[in-house]
């Protein structure tokens, strides 16, 4: 498993992803790096607000420090592990591919590209929010005209910003009967799902394959990385089963056309009705 334009399904212990000499990566510069800084935490975590009004000042600071120690700092170092042992684009696609196959590799890629495309179709509906409070008139806007205007935001956001105007534009159609609220649990449903992926290819490279070269390794052992994913595990199902019906099937939909994409896809490729390229 080294190199690109390769299945990422077959990993050797004497063989390491950075062991290809072809791989010319090219490095990001100081400004587009501070610019992907900012625009990761710049937006801070949604809810906060109504942590601290819901349980008060110090329960809530309580929960974001326990939150940070059973979720952020396992998955931080869980994706240093990985993003240092696959130093490939594709990231967590290839990582999961490595371990559980191609399959769950193409079911990985296919949720958090959803989660993505979800939370690129917030702003149109958060744009429209924030237009409500200076125009009174806009919130008459329901039905049919809400979808009107926020698609209208889309086409001019989009204009600013050209790359994926069709993709955007028909998620926020989609979604625009949604609530500000429902689109991000039905964004966080899809990213934690992904997240379990990751979890469990992380233990089973751990477990099938210890001598891999990783240069960020974390120090604990099999053992260890079990348990290291038990928490955030746990935070996950509870987040998953507090899930409203509405937000719940609309992602379980999405999930349940990942898992027939893959095969279908193949079988299109299998009869060459269409062909996929592996360059960019």
Request: hydrophobic share 55%; glycine share 4%; with cysteine.
């Given at each position: 498993m080294v190199g690109r334009n390769v299945e990422y399904s077959r990993i050797t212990e004497e063989d390491s992803p950075r062991a290809n000499g072809n791989n010319n990566f090219k490095k990001i510069s100081i400004l587009p790096l501070i610019f992907l800084i900012f625009y990761e935490v710049s937006g801070r975590p949604f809810g906060i607000e109504d942590s601290v009004r819901a349980a008060g000042p110090f329960l809530a600071l309580i929960g974001f420090l326990v939150f940070?120690?059973?979720?952020?700092?396992?998955?931080?170092?869980?994706?240093?592990?990985?993003?240092t042992m696959f130093p490939e684009d594709s990231g967590y696609v290839i990582s999961v591919s490595s371990a559980l196959g191609p399959y769950w590799g193409f079911q990985q890629g296919w949720m958090k590209w959803l989660s993505g495309v979800i939370d690129n179709?917030?702003?149109?509906?958060?744009?429209?929010?924030?237009?409500?409070?200076?125009?009174?008139?806009?919130?008459?806007?329901?039905?049919?005209?809400?979808?009107?205007?926020?698609?209208?935001?889309?086409?001019?956001?989009?204009?600013?910003?050209?790359?994926?105007?069709?993709?955007?534009?028909?998620?926020?159609?989609?979604?625009?009967?949604?609530?500000?609220?429902?689109?991000?649990?039905?964004?966080?449903?899809?990213y934690c799902f992904g997240m379990i992926l990751e979890f469990i290819a992380f233990v089973r490279l751990r477990m099938k394959y210890p001598a891999v070269s990783r240069p960020y390794k974390i120090l604990v052992g099999k053992t260890g990385a079990v348990l290291m994913c038990v928490p955030p595990t746990i935070l996950i199902c509870v987040v998953l089963a507090l899930s409203m019906f509405?937000?719940?099937?609309?992602?379980?939909?999405?999930?349940?056309?990942?898992?027939?994409?893959?095969?279908?896809?193949?079988?299109?490729?299998?009869?060459?009705?269409?062909?996929?390229?592996?360059?960019?």
């Open positions: 940070a120690v059973i979720w952020s700092v396992p998955e931080a170092l869980i994706t240093s592990e990985m993003g179709a917030l702003y149109p509906v958060l744009s429209l929010d924030y237009l409500k409070s200076g125009f009174p008139i806009l919130t008459l806007t329901d039905g049919y005209p809400r979808i009107v205007v926020i698609v209208a935001l889309t086409v001019a956001l989009t204009y600013m910003n050209f790359r994926g105007h069709r993709i955007s534009a028909s998620w926020v159609i989609l979604l625009s009967q949604l609530t500000f609220q429902e689109i991000v649990a039905a964004e966080n449903f899809l509405k937000v719940m099937g609309l992602s379980v939909f999405a999930i349940v056309i990942g898992l027939v994409l893959q095969p279908f896809l193949k079988y299109v490729e299998k009869k060459r009705w269409v062909k996929f390229s592996t360059e960019c």
